[in-house]
């Protein structure tokens, strides 16, 4: 029974830092109290070590044992072994063990560009013929103005696709942004040495900030030059079918400005202006362009502070009628919070900072597209040294937040059913859970830049586990990366290009308690909330690829990458 492979066995399939913590998660009936870990052709065990107590959780039902090997520390390939049950995927134990997989998620965005082909000699075997050239967009009806009126053309080329569908979203690519440029800021250096193989490597410009750039300048087009408001989205009416991007010809629209949109574009453009600012000679203009842009979305949105995009009465009034994503939020609380901190970080303006009230309540809200806060808190935390008086007196009580808020993340993670900080609640499986592991994980990662302390660093990287394997699917989320890992995620390329293997580096959505009712999908397994999740492409709401979630995966496997040797 040993020389069998299991599926029983949960861990990280990629594998463990020589110093950090190693656990794995069996679950079913085991035989006997003992694992072995072994080298992967069997030959060799070189730790022993006893399984915790069974547990079961409170939504998961299934019963669980722990086995923790964070002890051995030797660089190698192995496999874990509980006799009676089998043996797990084979790891690695090394240092960088997670370096392919940081780079290969940021170059998950090369392969989400619009309005360029992917080269082989970048995209490998992914390479693909250009689509959506979005030279001549049209504005929609309900976008019109007196200097733009309906059916208007414009240009509005380059951005990243959003997900497993072609359409262009702001709102989406704010908090995508956001984090990306976020990691930068947190890891200058360790981004300065990584190398993506992407067309503008070699620049002498990290190639996160060539990546970011690529969607950086699409929505600088999505500002009315008339007047400094920010579509919603560039989108077609209604989703393509499951085809490649160069057989998606329809007409594209530009759709709505909207105060969301713009807020989020201000936080984006205000914090570009800053990090491409040591870019000047190879970006002669951009950071000061950023700037302006920012500030004239931010104006926008004082004269409009409550224009909401709300698709279904806008159906009601305008045609053509869309029905692509939506990404309404009637909450923009956070989106003014975030952009007033962006646009004072950089400005050091504090008429910004007085703008909105910045602390509204103690409360600090997970992020996720619709809920921006803690980025700007993030930022404010991150350049607090260099700012003005009315931020530094607020410093130690915002820390004092982050931190109560890291240390609810991780009560009670040890005792979880996979000993993760993800699933403290049942509430953590939503569409798009995957992010919300990696967020939880850029929380801690916060709190550990704030104390130094490891707790918080170890939460992070259970969060890590957790996507690569270490949660009760015992899939790897991550597109090429763990032999369990999302086969046929609902993206549009991977599933239309006769390429057997999914385009790599692509975080699914993950686990999701409510999928079976929102896709209707068929091959879903199991009924416990925390496995409701099917490797298969007819499933939006459980595996599906999006960019705001792979924004985090980079955020904390890059972070985790840099500190390994903490
Ligand atoms: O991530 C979004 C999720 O929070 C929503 O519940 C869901 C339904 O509205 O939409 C998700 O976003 C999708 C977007 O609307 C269109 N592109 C694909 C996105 C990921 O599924």
């Known amino acids: ?24 998660i069996v679950t079913g009936e085991t035989g006997g109290d003992t694992f072995y870990l072994k080298t992967s052709d069997l030959s060799e065990t070189v730790f022993t070590g006893r399984l915790a107590e069974a547990r079961a959780g409170e939504y998961s039902q299934k019963q669980t044992r722990l086995a923790d090997f964070s002890d051995f520390s030797a660089t190698g390939n192995f496999v874990l072994v509980v006799p009676g049950v089998g043996h797990s995927f084979a790891f690695d134990v090394k240092q960088e063990v997670h370096k392919e997989l940081a780079a290969a998620a940021l170059k998950g965005f090369y392969f989400q560009r619009a309005s360029t082909d992917l080269q082989p000699e970048y995209a490998g075997k992914w390479h693909r013929p250009a689509g959506h050239p979005d030279s001549e967009v049209l504005v929609h009806p309900s976008a019109a103005t007196a200097q733009r009126p309906a059916g208007t053309v414009i240009s509005s080329a380059k951005g990243w696709y959003d997900a497993g569908d072609y359409n262009k979203y702001i709102v989406n690519s704010g908090i995508t942004m956001g984090t990306l440029l976020a990691a930068y800021e947190d890891f200058p250096d360790y981004f300065q040495q990584q190398q993506l193989n992407i067309p503008e490597s070699g620049n002498k410009v990290p190639d996160l900030l060539d990546e970011v750039l690529w969607n950086l300048r699409w929505m600088l087009t999505m500002q009315d030059p008339g007047d400094g408001g920010v579509y919603h989205k560039l989108t077609n009416p209604a989703f393509d079918g499951m085809v490649m991007p160069s057989e998606a010809n329809g007409v594209r629209y530009v ?181 919300v592991a990696a967020n939880q994980g850029i929380a801690l990662l916060q709190a550990y830049n704030v104390t130094s302390e490891k707790k918080y660093l170890h939460g992070a ?87 705001n979630w792979n924004a985090p995966l980079v955020y904390l496997a890059a972070a985790l990458e840099a500190l390994q040797q903490e």
């Open 461 to 547: 990287l259970s969060n890590l586990d957790y996507l690569l394997g270490r949660n009760a699917t015992g899939y790897s989320f991550v597109t090429g990366f763990g032999e369990k890992s999302t086969l046929h995620p609902h993206h549009r390329p991977s599933v239309a290009d006769g390429i057997p293997e999914p385009v790599p580096g692509l975080l699914s959505g993950g686990t999701n308690a409510r999928a079976n009712q929102q896709d209707k999908c068929t091959t879903y397994r199991s009924e416990f909330p925390d496995e409701m999740y099917t490797d298969d492409d007819c499933s939006y709401a459980s595996n599906e690829i999006a960019i």
């Open 1 to 24: 029974m040993e020389n069998e492979l299991t599926e029983n066995i949960h861990l990280n399939q990629v594998g463990f830092y020589l110093s950090a913590p190693k656990i794995a």
């Open 255 to 435: 759709v709505q400005k909207g105060t969301a949109a713009t807020l989020d574009f201000a936080a984006v453009m205000a914090q570009a202006s800053r990090v491409y600012k040591p870019f000047e000679s190879t970006f002669p203009g951009l950071s000061d362009s950023c700037l302006v842009a920012a500030t004239k979305a931010w104006e926008w949105a004082q004269q409009n502070p409550a224009i909401l995009y709300q698709q279904d009465d806008l159906n009601k009034r305008f045609e053509p009628a869309i029905s692509t994503g939506a990404y309404g939020d009637s909450d923009l609380t956070d989106e003014f919070i975030w952009a007033a901190s962006e646009l004072y970080v950089t400005t050091k303006n504090a008429a910004y900072y007085r703008a909105v009230k910045l602390f509204p309540d103690a409360n600090m809200p997970l992020p996720g597209w619709n809920q921006v806060r803690l980025l700007g808190y993030y930022s404010l935390v991150r350049h607090a040294r260099n700012l003005t008086p009315e931020a530094q007196k607020d410093e130690p009580e915002l820390k004092k937040r982050l931190l109560r808020f890291a240390d609810e993340l991780l009560e009670g993670a040890a005792d979880r059913s996979y000993g993760t900080v993800m699933g403290k609640s049942e509430k953590d499986y939503i569409w798009g859970s995957s992010s």
